[in-house]
């Protein structure tokens, strides 16, 4: 039976569809803005911090309030994410930074990366690798351990940029460290696979990063009263402490016991470096990376390469645009192979890598059927763990930091009482002694970890990155190429559909060795099949998902509104926030 109450319901409904315009219901999934992105970008005028934990990107805000800068703010939110995501990042890491000044307007890069033991020579790595049966430098051995490069980032960047003191930056994550914190979903998935591979390894890496002998589940209470301790000692005692001091001593003697080979004088020698960013123009747009010993210079070849094509005209995730993509990254990545190395062993030839010629020249090589066969066109002279952010504050500073323990909780290596485990980047070298990349002993070894930042018209407008092994470069382009090239803003760009291509000779392999066939193509799963078709029949092997997309964080400068928009990975446990 239908009474006046359902009638006049039903009336008010065919009312309001007849009266509310047609284009209202174009965006019915949601209220404005493009139909494929998961939220709205983050915008605030004061300040901004991204991260991939969201405790630490309140961290990094509460920093900002209490009137530190974004140099400040990101040490802080590092030093959270470290304790809180050790499936990534955390002091017996690597970091590597672009920083903008807005006193001195100018742009800064630091390489705080460390280098393998000056006491093992390459004769004697040979022997030890023989010993082992080992081919290459194992993951999860004390040979894959060089000097972590992290703490001493962070006190060369707030000597210089600071204005908080680190007692006060580093409070935060001592008291998260010895009260503890909740796990969030996917760093608990991911630390519960880690362990079972590492928890045997000598030293203190069950105690400190285990509850019962397992990872923490999703939501688990987790502490690290050592590192804690440890973060009461870099703040008391500074980078010396680390390098000179109490922690260089602690590690000499776990070295020495578990017949590895980095000693206290490698410490006591490390430094970080502030170095000329490298850069190229895109379309209008200068794009920095750091160079040496950093995959970051991948990204400027890609672009230059991609420079050449209308893109625009060809759609996004089109088969046209894609296949430009891979051959692009096909071509960067032979180059990458062979002479991305550290610049105080070997001269980096930027001047005809980064070349707008010479990208003409490798552009030639794309046609309609998938490369296979390929090497470097320069004369001879993956999966890891890591985590990025970006900070902005009031006065115009930007950060853009990435930092790893390459394969995630690294080598699971942890000297008892400092509640860190080292990294495993010295895996990353090569073993051919021709090779730029060849091991030497206190050498910086290749990496993947790459900051990302882009001016416009000489102001500042984006600090980007997303961790992700040898993804990252990859991952870079696309975004650039998705708010560039096809108008996307930057959390859409993040939460466009992704690709990822492997097989490209690596930096560990023998200067001998070349791309030989197509390689692995993969792609997310929100593909046109019709796509994965046309690619197919151009010789690509493609595969849909079973891959590694990277994580994302991005802040974009406004200066004609005078905000920030931020974004954050959508598919992770990341946010932006700002105030």
């Not at 969030?184 to 509850?211: C, M």
């Not at 073993?431 to 290749?446: A, I, T, W």
Request: aromatic share 10%; charged share 20%.
């Amino acid at each position: 039976m239908i009474t006046s109450k359902t009638f006049l319901s039903s009336i008010f409904i065919l009312i309001s569809f007849v009266t509310i315009p047609p284009s209202v219901f174009a965006q019915i999934d949601r209220e404005a803005g493009p139909m494929n992105m998961t939220r709205s970008e983050v915008i605030a005028e004061n300040g901004m911090v991204a991260t991939s934990h969201p405790l630490a990107t309140q961290i990094g805000l509460d920093i900002l309030r209490q009137g530190g800068n974004a140099i400040d703010a990101a040490i802080a939110a590092n030093a959270a994410t470290g304790l809180m995501e050790p499936t990534g990042n955390g002091i017996g890491g690597d970091l590597f930074a672009i920083i903008w000044d807005a006193e001195t307007e100018q742009l800064y890069a630091l390489n705080a990366s460390g280098r393998s033991p000056t006491g093992l020579s390459y004769e004697e790595l040979i022997a030890e690798l023989e010993n082992q049966g080992a081919e290459s430098i194992p993951s999860y051995s004390l040979l894959s351990v060089s000097v972590p490069g992290a703490v001493d980032g962070w006190f060369e960047m707030h000597d210089r940029f600071g204005s908080m003191s680190m007692t006060d930056i580093l409070a935060p994550a001592t008291h998260y460290a010895e009260e503890g914190f909740p796990v969030t979903e996917v760093i608990s998935a991911s630390w519960r696979r880690s362990v079972p591979f590492l928890k045997d390894q000598p030293g203190a890496f069950e105690e400190t990063f285990t509850i019962d002998g397992e990872g923490p589940e999703k939501g688990e209470i987790f502490k690290n009263p050592d590192l804690g301790n440890t973060f009461r000692l870099l703040a008391r005692q500074g980078r010396d402490a680390f390098y000179c001091g109490e922690i260089a001593e602690k590690v000499d003697s776990y070295m020495r016991e578990h017949g590895g080979y980095l000693r206290y004088e490698d410490f006591e020698k490390h430094h970080s470096e502030w170095v000329d960013p490298v850069s190229t123009n895109y379309r209008g747009y200068d794009v920095y990376q750091v160079g040496g010993n950093v995959q970051g210079t991948a990204v400027l070849q890609m672009l230059n390469i991609l420079e050449g094509f209308d893109l625009a005209s060809k759609g996004f995730a089109s088969t046209e645009t894609l296949h430009l993509l891979i051959e692009a990254k096909k071509l960067a990545f032979e180059d990458r192979a062979k002479h991305y190395a550290d610049p105080d062993f070997q001269d980096v030839p930027y001047d005809v890598l980064l070349s707008k010629e010479y990208a003409a020249e490798r552009r030639e090589l794309i046609g309609d059927e998938a490369l296979a066969d390929l090497s470097s066109g320069v004369e001879q002279l993956e999966e890891g763990d890591t985590i990025f952010l970006t900070t902005a504050d009031k006065d115009g500073n930007m950060v853009s930091l990435i930092q790893s323990n390459f394969r995630g909780m690294g080598t699971g290596f942890v000297v008892p009482g400092t509640g860190f485990s080292f990294q495993n980047r010295g895996e990353l070298f090569s073993l051919d002694p021709e090779h730029p990349n060849v091991y030497e002993p206190g050498k910086r070894p290749f990496h993947t970890i790459i900051p990302g930042f882009v001016m416009k018209d000489g102001k500042p407008w984006y600090a980007y990155g997303n961790m992700g092994g040898a993804y990252q470069p990859v991952g870079h382009v696309s975004l650039l190429t998705n708010i560039i090239d096809f108008g996307m803003n930057i959390q859409q760009a993040g939460d466009a559909l992704r690709w990822s291509h492997s097989g490209s000779t690596q930096p560990t392999d023998s200067l001998s060795e070349r791309l030989d066939g197509p390689g692995q193509v993969s792609i997310e799963s929100s593909i046109d099949f019709e796509v994965v078709r046309e690619l197919r029949a151009k010789g690509h092997n493609v595969q849909i998902g079973n891959s590694f997309f990277g994580r994302y964080q991005g802040i974009m400068r406004d200066h004609e509104k005078g905000v920030y928009f931020g974004a954050s990975e959508s598919r992770v446990d990341g946010q932006a926030a700002g105030y």
